[in-house]
């Protein structure tokens, strides 16, 4: 039992970390991933995460926030709005994975949350470092940090 939900908790800090970063990427990844095993949600308030619809949705709304991103008038991570949206996509995704696990939702919420609160930081770090010590322009580096969460996101996703 403990082993299983150490692993799911690696698992939802990951969900966790990709939210801090691009909100909307970790409930997509996530939605991909739980439609190979829907018996695991289905009946539950996150069944509607493994709907085809809900997939499509999520994956253009994932690209449109990586496009989004990169544009100049994109308010900070770390402002109230967005960093709300950060905590509450990976408290919902750390919950639901949870869920399909067996596991506390309410402990997946929780570390959802705060790892989706790390990631922000990280990520703001990140960008501000980036243009600071690399002199790249801010849409580099967010290119650099999409291919990031790209491949962190399958990998945690198990895509």
Same mark, same amino acid.
Request: contains cysteine.
């Given at each position: 039992?403990?082993?299983?939900?150490?692993?799911?908790?690696?698992? *939802? #800090? +990951?969900?966790?970390?990709?939210?801090?970063? &691009?909100?909307?990427?970790?409930? @997509?990844?996530? =939605? $991909? %991933?739980? %439609? &190979?095993?829907?018996?695991?949600?289905?009946?539950?308030?996150?069944?509607?995460?493994?709907?085809? &619809?809900?997939?499509?949705?999520?994956?253009? @709304?994932?690209?449109?926030?990586?496009?989004?991103?990169?544009?100049?008038?994109?308010?900070?991570?770390?402002?109230?709005?967005?960093? +709300?949206?950060?905590?509450?996509?990976?408290?919902?995704?750390?919950?639901?994975?949870? $869920?399909a696990a067996d596991q506390p939702l309410l402990l997946g919420a929780l570390v959802g949350g705060v790892? #989706?609160?790390? +990631?922000?930081?990280?990520?703001?770090?990140? $960008?501000?470092?980036?243009?600071?010590?690399?002199?790249?322009? =801010?849409? *580099? =580096?967010?290119?650099?940090?999409? %291919?990031?969460?790209?491949?962190?996101?399958?990998? *945690? %996703?198990?895509?």
């Open positions: 039992m403990a082993t299983n939900l150490t692993l799911t908790l690696a698992q *939802v #800090a +990951g969900y966790g970390l990709i939210a801090g970063s &691009r909100s909307m990427s970790a409930p @997509a990844l996530f =939605s $991909r %991933a739980a %439609a &190979r095993r829907p018996e695991r949600l289905a009946g539950t308030p996150f069944q509607v995460l493994i709907a085809p &619809r809900a997939q499509q949705v999520l994956t253009v @709304a994932a690209v449109g926030e990586m496009i989004g991103d990169k544009l100049p008038f994109t308010p900070s991570r770390l402002s109230p709005f967005p960093l +709300g949206g950060r905590i509450g996509s990976g408290a919902i995704i750390g919950a639901a994975a949870c $869920r790892t #989706a609160l790390l +990631g922000a930081w990280l990520g703001y770090t990140w $960008r501000t470092l980036a243009a600071k010590h690399l002199h790249l322009p =801010s849409p *580099v =580096s967010g290119l650099i940090e999409d %291919a990031l969460v790209f491949v962190a996101g399958r990998r *945690v %996703a198990g895509l």
